[in-house]
């Protein structure tokens, strides 16, 4: 489980450019994916069961095939590869943009809450665990 | 660590749907615990990297012009059917990060907002945040020690709770208990989706 080292990560990290280089070499700089927004409970899956090395794939679009054998989210992609949320999102859109992952919007309900019956299923489903 | 299904055709049934409820409260109060005994492996980290100004979320291109920080976050899965699926997220820091803060409260089912009676006014944020944003939430008292010698009902005066919040007693750290605090989350966020469709309706 996390340790008390967490409240010092979320500090300002100026002098602290580990964590960030290598993810800016990943995307080649890019900040924004070329399509799709990926909210962190975007669910994911791969098309295929492997790529190879396309040109254009670097090995982190190859891991995230892989890992997308199974359902996962976007926020789970980014914790199995430590790499940040934004840099596995602008990886996800090459992906999505190849079509070689689908992807699964959570229902946006900005303006209020979900359907009664899914509220309902959560109930019954956390009561059967 | 098997998600259920390890291969997925492309055509193969439409992937579930994916919902997330917000573990919050004060420093140390047992947010990555309750992620944890709930979910089905131990918690992930997952790191947001925002600029100084907080505006532009993720915008690595001025990397060399330095001024990013680093947001963790913890969170949990719970595999609920084929076609659902739980998260759960633990808030970071409440004193900054709002705009992270946004992001995780958007479509959230609702929020648990964990209290430690030693220090009740750490949720206050939380509860603030709650309450602006219109997301329903629980305040869950958790057992640190001297927790049980203060009655339910005093925790939400002192809380200056609207009377329909519930507040419980839990214990981070057991499955059970927390498991009954988020169902008791989601009847009452239920309650509220219904008073406000009739609101809405009449
Ligand atoms: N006695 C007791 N200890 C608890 C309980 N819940 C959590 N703890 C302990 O309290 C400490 C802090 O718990 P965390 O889950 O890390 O708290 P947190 O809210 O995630 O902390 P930050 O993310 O650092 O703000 C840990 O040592 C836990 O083992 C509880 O119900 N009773
Ligand atoms: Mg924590």
């Known amino acids: ?129 | 660590m098997d998600y259920g299904r390890s291969e997925r055709p492309a055509g193969a049934a439409p992937l579930p749907t994916a919902i997330k409820i917000l573990i919050a409260g004060g420093f140390g109060v047992g947010k990555t615990t309750m992620v944890g005994a709930v979910s089905e492996t131990r918690p992930l980290r997952t790191e947001e990297v925002l600029t100084e100004t907080g505006i532009g979320i993720d915008d690595l291109s001025g990397v060399e012009a330095k001024s990013t920080t680093t947001v963790a976050m913890d969170f949990g899965r719970i595999t609920l059917s084929d076609d659902l699926v739980l998260y759960l997220f633990g808030t970071p820091g409440q004193d900054r990060f709002w705009f992270v803060w946004d992001e995780l409260a958007l479509g959230a089912l609702g929020a648990v907002v964990l209290a430690d009676t030693r220090r009740l006014a750490d949720c206050f944020p939380s509860i603030d945040y709650f309450e602006g944003r219109g997301t329903p939430f629980v305040v869950a008292v958790n057992c640190f020690e001297g927790a049980r010698q203060f009655r339910l009902d005093e925790v939400q005066a002192a809380l200056d709770l609207d009377p329909g919040v519930p507040v419980v007693l839990c214990d981070a750290r057991q499955r059970e208990s927390a498991k009954e605090v988020l169902i008791t989350l989601l009847e009452h966020a239920m309650k509220l989706r219904e008073a406000r469709r009739r609101a809405a309706g009449d």
Do not use: K
Request: overall charge negative; some cysteine.
């Open chain 1, 1 to 129: 489980m996390t340790g008390r080292g967490e409240s010092t990560e979320q500090e300002w990290v100026d002098d602290h450019a580990g964590p960030v280089v290598r993810p800016y070499a990943v995307t080649g700089g890019r900040a924004r994916p070329v399509t799709g927004t990926f909210d962190l409970i975007s669910l994911v899956t791969a098309t295929r069961a492997e790529v190879g090395s396309e040109s254009g794939l670097g090995p982190e679009h190859v891991a995230i095939v892989g890992l997308c054998q199974r359902i996962l989210s976007v926020a789970e992609i980014a914790a199995h590869l430590d790499l940040p949320v934004g840099t596995v999102r602008v990886l996800l859109g090459d992906l999505a943009a190849r079509s070689l992952v689908q992807v699964r919007e959570p229902r946006a309900t900005p303006a209020g809450l979900p359907d009664e019956h899914v509220f309902e299923a959560v109930i019954n489903g956390l009561r059967a665990l």
